[in-house]
């Protein structure tokens, strides 16, 4: 086994430098894109969780959620909304994730 001379550690010094900034291109070629997958998937959440929540007041008519909230201040009213919310987003997140 031989030891390598100057000419072989300045050959794989280069080697090495070169992978290095292959990994670093790609790394911020990766980062890009999952910035804007990231992106999409959020606005698309966003956008289904809306939906649901226009869904959720569109069946129930009767219950006028914004005048209950903000005029009677209905806690009753507000804790329901709110796990409605929550559950919609909850299915959104699975949604989007598959």
């Known amino acids: 086994m031989r030891l390598p001379d100057r000419a072989d550690r300045v050959r794989l010094g280069s080697n090495s430098f070169k992978k290095g900034l292959e990994a670093v291109e790609q790394f911020w070629q990766r980062l890009g894109h999952d910035v804007l997958a990231s992106s999409i998937f959020g606005i698309l959440g966003i956008a289904i969780a809306i939906l649901g929540f226009k869904l959720f007041d569109w069946l129930t008519p009767k ?22 919310i929550l559950g919609i987003c ?8 598959s």
């Not at 903000?70 to 709110?82: G, P, R």
């Not at 909850?90 to 994730?97: D, G, L, N, R, S």
């Open 90 to 97: 909850y299915i959104a997140a699975h949604v989007v994730q």
């Open 63 to 84: 219950i006028k959620v914004e005048e209950e909230l903000a005029q009677k201040q209905n806690l009753a009213v507000a804790i329901v909304t709110a796990a409605v």
